[in-house]
């Protein structure tokens, strides 16, 4: 088999800069595109995209699911979806290129579409782990924090709680973008790398004094301390030097952020073994909140404001993205609907969940009408 084929390789080209400068996508995105590219390249033995027949097709997804992935097992549902999506969306591209409309058919590119089956496995949810705010605070009181290293740690997961952050928000923000004072983040989707760059502002949540005096204390130590200016970041990355014994180790705090979010899952990892608890992502701290909003909103109003301090457009997504019933607490509510109760209730009520979904309805038709209304012609208009 060949090592590659120039066509090909000049095709993948354009398409990456088609995906980035055309499409938007993050880097990210256009690798995973180029990874599943590679996969169908290797099971045609490297043949030019100008001789596809759609038995490559058909042969590349009745061997997909028997392909190793990366731990060695079979690929999952979801890896499969995802690598024949890519595919679909890169042949429809290919099939309106110069030199290729004549050779590629738009529709061969379904034969890329997944099956239903496959799509139902990938976009199941699972139940994982989500800790209350009273195991969050455990944890931080579980944390040592005598080296500015150890307080850093503890600061970033205190930081999640207070926030709701992401973990690319979390590697990303600067001093500046905290106010102690008026208690908020400002998330800037110019410097932070906030979902789809989103620009907002996060008050912090009602979570406690303890996760608040450790931000505090933290950003005492790298402005009072250690002179961090605005600009320099607010979790830093790990300063490395020579020890006496010539062994690179630990050092303290250097002026560098995170590049990427591994460090960050790796500082909650530590943390949750070191606590004895099972490992718990940054991520499922905002479900974490979403569960305490559910819990203490009242009206629409105080939801919409909820949903917003997360980051949301609009309030359904975090009610339901975020806000499924867990598994134990689902099998108490219909043990305890067997019992006779007050008609009053110790989270949203019916009204107000109501009130909240006739309100998304209403953006959504206002949508809609919006980007159906026939736009006015140049000529004549005043």
């Known amino acids: 088999m060949p090592k590659y084929c120039p066509e090909n390789e000049r095709v993948k080209r354009d398409y990456s800069f088609f995906l980035q400068a055309a499409s938007g996508k993050q880097d990210a995105t256009i690798d995973a595109a180029l990874r599943a590219i590679e996969r169908f390249e290797t099971s045609t033995g490297r043949r030019p995209f100008s001789k596809f027949h759609i038995e490559q097709a058909r042969s590349f997804r009745a061997s997909l699911g028997d392909q190793p992935g990366p731990n060695g097992r079979p690929l999952s549902a ?58 969050v605070l455990h944890l931080l009181r579980a944390m040592p924090a005598r080296t500015a290293i150890e307080k850093r740690n503890r600061a970033v997961i205190a930081f999640t709680l207070l926030t709701g952050a992401r973990d690319g928000a979390l590697a990303s923000f ?25 620009t907002f502002v996060t008050n912090f949540f009602p979570v406690g004094s303890e996760p608040l005096e450790i931000v505090t204390d933290y950003v005492a ?101 975020y806000g499924e019933v867990p598994g134990h607490r ?23 969940l109501e009130a909240i979904v006739n309100k998304a309805v209403l953006n959504a038709t206002s949508q809609v009408a919006a980007q159906n209304k026939p736009a006015m012609g140049n000529s004549g208009d005043v």
């Open 78 to 135: 979801a890896t499969i979806t995802s690598t024949l999506k890519h595919l679909r969306n890169f042949f429809l591209w290919l099939s309106r290129e110069p030199g290729y409309r004549s050779r590629l058919n738009a529709n061969d590119a379904n034969y890329f579409t997944p099956s239903d089956q496959d799509r139902r496995i990938a976009a199941a949810r699972r139940e994982g782990p989500v800790p209350s705010v009273d195991e």
């Open 174 to 198: 600067r001093v500046k973008h905290v106010s102690l004072a008026a208690g908020t983040v400002f998330q800037d989707g110019r410097e932070v790398n906030t979902k789809r760059r989103k």
């Open 221 to 321: 130590l790298l402005t009072n301390e250690l002179g961090f200016g605005p600009d320099d970041p607010l979790f830093p990355a790990t300063q490395m030097a020579q020890s006496e014994d010539r062994n690179f180790a630990a050092v303290g705090l250097s002026r560098i952020p995170w590049r990427s979010t591994g460090p960050i899952r790796q500082v909650f990892r530590d943390a949750f073994v070191a606590a004895g608890q099972a490992y718990v992502n940054p991520h499922a701290f905002r479900k974490t909140l979403v569960r305490l909003g559910e819990a203490l909103c009242r009206s629409p109003e105080e939801w919409k404001a909820w949903s917003q301090n997360l980051g949301h457009e609009s309030e359904m997504t975090t009610f339901v993205g």
């Open 330 to 352: 689902q099998a108490e509510i219909i043990r305890a609907l067997a019992k006779p109760r007050d008609a009053s209730t110790q989270s949203l009520d019916l009204a107000t």
